[in-house]
Every structure is written in structure tokens, then in C-alpha cells.
């Protein structure tokens, strides 16, 4: 497959899509290679709740992230801030800490602004009531850190991931398995070998 591009993502899941769109902004020109045909796009994230967790600052914080049309039911919500240094802890207890401390300050300290840099690609955040939310005296109070979601969960993610690679000119390829990189002599990677062919970088 002779084209010229700069970066090769394989897989297009979330993270695929994110890597290519970070790339693209960066000037590359890129290609997402992914196995499945196009009816099956997504990945393992096209079955998600489309759930993220992010650090966040509570309702207000949270205001201009989400839809609009999400904050009617923000008068009964109760959503405490989430902080960093809760996501941190959050992370430490469930790998019964063996989490990576430096990439966990990273992954936490980041990811408010990563939701906004979502949200600017085209995805489109809610607040996951029926999961993650139960009733107290008419309101929603909301629990375990993971309040925001995709609208449309999984599915609607990856609807959301390709019209956003559709705008910003990251190209896709589905029906096309990498089966390894394609390397020169000295090691140099230039490309991968797919099922039918290979990409060349
Ligand atoms: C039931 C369930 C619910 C979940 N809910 C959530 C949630 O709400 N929130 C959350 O954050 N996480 C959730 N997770 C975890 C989440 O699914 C994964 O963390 C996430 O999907 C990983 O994204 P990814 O892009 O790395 O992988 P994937 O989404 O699986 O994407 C990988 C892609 O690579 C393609 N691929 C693989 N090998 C090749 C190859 N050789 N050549 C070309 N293409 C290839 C695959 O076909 C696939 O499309 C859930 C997991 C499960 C099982």
C-alpha cells in the first residue's frame, strides 16, 4: 500500500483514535489500520459504558464539558469534587498499590484537560445518572468517582471517534490485520506487513 504517511496507528479502539487525532494535531499524516471490517469498528470500546474517569473540581467544573442538555438535572445533583490526589488513592486501592506512581500522577493530573481535548474533537460527555448515581431526598447524588460518560456509551464513542478522524483527515483502513512491523537490516522500522500487502512510513 504505497501512501505517505508519517505514523501508523493499528487498531482503532479509543486508544488508537486518540493516538491518531494527538498525531494529526501534531502535523503528522496518518493512518489507523484496523482488522475488523467496518460494522464491527470499536473495538473492545464499542462495548464499554463509555465511562471516564476524571479529576474534577464538582458541577461547576464540569458545566462546559458536558452537553447542555445534560444540565437540566443539575439543581438536584449532588457531585463532590474529585480531586487528583482522590483519583491517586483510588488508584493505589484497586491495584492494591501497584500502580506506577509517576504515570499515575500523570494519568490523574491530566485528565481533566484531556476531557476538554475530547470534547473539542467532537465526543460529547453526560453524567452518568443510572450508573453511577442513586436518589437521597430528590436528589441524584452520585458515588465511586466516575460521574461523566459518552453519550451513547461505547457505541456512541466510536460514532463519535470516526466522524471526528472523518473531519480531521486521519484516513482508516478496515479489513486490514497488521501481522508485524516491517523492519530494514539495521532494525529500522519503516512500515508494517498486513495480511494483503504492508504500509509503508
Ligand atoms: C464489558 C466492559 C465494559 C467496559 N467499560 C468501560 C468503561 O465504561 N470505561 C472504560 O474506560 N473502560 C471500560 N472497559 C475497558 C475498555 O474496554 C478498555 O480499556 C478499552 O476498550 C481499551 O481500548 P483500546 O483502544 O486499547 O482497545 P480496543 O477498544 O479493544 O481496540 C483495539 C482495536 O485494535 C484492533 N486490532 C487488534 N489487533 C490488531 C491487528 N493486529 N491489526 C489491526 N487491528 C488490530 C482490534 O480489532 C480493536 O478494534 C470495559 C471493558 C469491558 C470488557
Redesign the pocket.
Known amino acids: 500500500m504505497a501512501a505517505p504517511f508519517d505514523v501508523i496507528v493499528?487498531?482503532?479502539?479509543?486508544?488508537?483514535?486518540?493516538a491518531a487525532q494527538s498525531a494529526r494535531q501534531a502535523g503528522a499524516r496518518v493512518l489507523v489500520?484496523?482488522?475488523?471490517p467496518r460494522q464491527?469498528?470499536?473495538?473492545?470500546?464499542?462495548?464499554?459504558?463509555?465511562?471516564?474517569?476524571t479529576s474534577h473540581g464538582g458541577l461547576a467544573d464540569l458545566k462546559n464539558l458536558l452537553e447542555p442538555t445534560a444540565q437540566d438535572r443539575f439543581p438536584l445533583t449532588d457531585l463532590a469534587p474529585y480531586t487528583d490526589d482522590d483519583f491517586l488513592d483510588d488508584m493505589v486501592r484497586v491495584t492494591r498499590g501497584r500502580t506506577d506512581a509517576d504515570l499515575a500522577r500523570i494519568l490523574a493530573g491530566e485528565s481533566r484537560a484531556t476531557m476538554d481535548w475530547l470534547r473539542d474533537l467532537g465526543l460529547r460527555f453526560e453524567l452518568m445518572y443510572r450508573r453511577q448515581a442513586y436518589e437521597v431526598d430528590g436528589h441524584h447524588r452520585f458515588w465511586g468517582g466516575l460521574a461523566v460518560?459518552v453519550v451513547g456509551?461505547?457505541k456512541g464513542m466510536i460514532e463519535q471517534h470516526l466522524a471526528a478522524v472523518e473531519r480531521t483527515g486521519v484516513h482508516v483502513r478496515f479489513d486490514?490485520?497488521?501481522?508485524r512491523l516491517a523492519t530494514a537490516s539495521d532494525g529500522t522500522v519503516h512500515g508494517v506487513v498486513?495480511a494483503d500487502g504492508d504500509a509503508q512510513l
Not at 493499528?10 to 486518540?18: H, I, Q, T
Not at 489500520?33 to 475488523?36: D, F, I, R, S
Not at 470500546?45 to 474517569?53: D, E, I, L
Open positions: 493499528v487498531g482503532g479502539g479509543n486508544a488508537g483514535f486518540c489500520l484496523e482488522k475488523a464491527w469498528a470499536g473495538g473492545n470500546s464499542y462495548f464499554t459504558a463509555g465511562a471516564m474517569r460518560g456509551g461505547g486490514a490485520p497488521v501481522t498486513l
